[in-house]
């Protein structure tokens, strides 16, 4: 089944003995279809439950605060100019280990948890683009924050990054997105389905966690980045309390049709950060956002799929160093020719691999 871009990065918890991907492949296809089959037919649409409080071990030295009525997991790091991190669908902070020790020796960086994933709370209630952007507005406030932000996000996340700035022009300094998800016409057709009551929560009941190996091999155009550790962390994750709720409501909540049409008023300083062999989100939406935005670039990573952080670190790194420290996205980096577009597909959200 579809569902976007929608795989973890591990938590850096210790990943449990075994897993169900043994039991995952045994059904295999037709298995997979019967439960489909069976669920309609059974008219099963139950409620999932949602989860206020700890969802998982909490490492030594965590911080949470209280932020629209969740428990929201951050770090706050480092002097200088604040730089915002805000990581994709069903993802978490850690996607941005790399990048943070790049920032850290000359900006405040401040990563959280959005509501609904990695340490964060799973409450009942609202988790549109314009609501996680709210969590960020009272994050930024809790901190004492107030002058602009370099906000920094990657795909699902940059809708809820354009949406803050649409909201709060005047906390933003300039945009960075990596792979942005933040079109109407992205969405996968499981997507659609799942806005209707009962069948997104037999759908995501159902499929949500189903072969998250697969799923994040699609993210990757290196494949040696989805290590057996790195699946058996993921599936830990998933099967924290309340995730299947929360991943339900950010799914109905990515309503872009209207929005997009505002991404043309957005006059902020903006990098654009692609992996030229994404499957997800596909290097034509990379461009499309690069003419809307007026003052965007936009720069293409050969050989990288979804994750430019991981797979072009160097480079992408790099790039967003100077970006945010200059407030002009890079004018050496050399020109990609882009390769033709893959076919999109639904893919896993930001695991990560470990720098030596």
């Given at each position: 089944m579809n569902f976007g871009p929608a795989v973890p990065a591990p938590s850096g918890a210790e990943p449990p003995a075994g897993g169900r991907r043994a039991r995952q492949r045994a059904g295999g296809e037709l298995?997979?279809?019967?439960?489909?089959?069976?669920?309609?037919?059974?008219?099963?649409?139950?409620c999932l439950d949602f989860h206020a409080g700890s969802v998982a071990a909490e490492p030594k030295g965590s911080t949470f605060a209280k932020i629209e009525g969740a428990r929201i997991h951050y770090v706050d790091r480092g002097e200088g100019p604040p730089v915002l991190l805000v990581h994709g669908f069903a993802s978490s902070l850690n996607t941005w280990r790399g990048v943070m020790k790049a920032l850290e020796p000359k900006h405040r960086v401040i990563a959280l948890d959005l509501k609904g994933f990695g340490l964060s709370d799973r409450p009942p209630g609202d988790y549109s683009p314009a609501a996680e952007a709210a969590i960020l507005l009272g994050l930024l406030d809790h901190l004492g924050v107030k002058e602009p932000v370099r906000l920094v996000a990657h795909s699902w996340g940059s809708s809820v990054a354009l949406r803050f700035t649409l909201l709060h022009p005047e906390r933003v300094e300039r945009i960075a997105l990596y792979d942005a998800w933040v079109y109407e016409s992205q969405l996968p057709t499981t997507f659609l389905w799942s806005r209707a009551d009962g069948l997104g929560e037999m759908l995501i009941g159902a499929f949500y966690d189903e072969r998250p190996d697969d799923k994040?091999?699609?993210?990757?155009?290196?494949?040696?980045?989805?290590?057996?550790?790195?699946?058996?962390?993921?599936e830990e994750q998933l099967d924290r309390p309340g995730t299947k709720a929360a991943a339900l409501a950010a799914i109905r909540g990515q309503r872009f049709s209207e929005v997009e049409k505002l991404y043309k008023n957005i006059d902020k300083p903006a990098l654009?950060?692609?992996g030229r062999e994404d499957r997800v989100t596909t290097l034509e939406f990379g461009e499309r956002l690069s003419k809307e935005l007026k003052r965007a670039r936009l720069v293409v990573y050969p050989q990288c799929g979804h994750f430019p952080m991981i797979e072009a670190a160097t480079p992408s790194t790099r790039d967003l160093v100077e970006f945010v420290e200059q407030g002009a996205a890079p004018a050496t980096a050399p020109p990609v020719a882009p390769a033709p577009n893959?076919?999109?597909?639904?893919?896993?959200e930001e695991p990560k691999k470990e720098a030596p």
């Open positions: 298995g997979r279809r019967g439960l489909l089959l069976g669920a309609a037919a059974a008219g099963l649409g139950g994040m091999a699609i993210a990757f155009y290196d494949k040696s980045y989805v290590t057996e550790e790195l699946v058996e962390s993921v654009l950060l692609w893959p076919k999109p597909a639904a893919a896993p």
